[in-house]
């Protein structure tokens, strides 16, 4: 079975500061692993991607996650931080290519950038 | 114009009232999910349908049912709606046959039931 564990439902930096995100998974298959972020009001959108290719992956607006297989993390980092990264992200896991119908979503870590 | 695109966006329902959300898309995917996303809960699966004649239930959907009416529309209704299924509500869609694993979101219906 799978499972997601974000730590932290809520997590403050101020501006300029590095920002770190930590999500464990549980996945009994190699699995797939997802970065999402939700902005007032929308949809969640897809931050990065972790698809069994290269375990450093970066995706948009800086951010960038590893995975760590030794350690079953995917933690997602971005190295300065921007009001507008204010957000809740949710890291997520689907049993590979499964199109998202087993993708298990964490509770979610909201972010708050002081200025 | 959104790729998926969820009506209404708001609603406010009385409980024991039948209520249907509805869900369009022009990414043309087969794949179509509805998730709830409650706070510090996440999201979770309601029902998911791989094509037309498709439908699978997902790990909360009591007390929910859906209708895929064509590959680019999904509808979820509350047959009787209870102050509980308060919540936020999401359409997706995905196309792993086309090499995508990633999950395209609508922005949401908030409903309320009172």
């Known amino acids: 079975a799978q499972s997601v564990t974000q730590l932290g439902s809520h997590v403050s930096v101020s501006e300029g500061a590095l920002v770190l995100l930590r999500c464990n998974y549980s996945s009994s298959v190699p699995p797939y692993l997802f970065w999402y972020v939700q902005y007032p009001n929308q949809g969640l959108q897809l931050l990065l991607k972790y698809t069994s290719a290269a375990t450093l992956v970066k995706g948009i607006n800086g951010f960038e996650a590893e995975f760590k297989k030794s350690e079953t993390s995917f933690h997602l980092t971005k190295p300065s931080a921007h009001m507008s990264d204010a957000a809740e992200y949710f890291c997520a896991v689907s049993e590979g290519n499964t199109g998202g119908f087993k993708t298990i979503f964490g509770a979610g870590t909201r972010l708050f950038v002081k200025a | 114009d959104a790729d998926v695109t969820q009506t209404p966006r708001n609603r406010i329902t009385k409980t024991g009232k039948r209520i249907m959300l509805e869900c369009s898309q022009t990414?043309?995917?087969?794949?179509m999910y509805w998730y709830r996303q409650d706070p510090g809960l996440g999201l979770r699966l309601i029902y998911y349908?791989?094509?037309?004649?498709?439908?699978n239930k997902g790990e909360i959907s009591d007390g929910y049912s859906v209708s895929r009416q064509a590959q680019a529309k999904f509808s979820l209704s509350l047959e009787s709606a209870i102050p509980n299924q308060t919540a936020l509500y999401f359409c997706?869609?995905?196309?792993?046959?086309?090499?995508?694993?990633?999950?395209?979101f609508g922005q949401g219906t908030r409903l309320t039931v009172v």
């Open positions: 997706a869609t995905s196309d792993p046959d086309r090499g995508g694993t990633e999950a395209f």
């Open positions: 990414k043309g995917h087969d794949r």
């Open positions: 349908s791989f094509d037309v004649k498709d439908i």
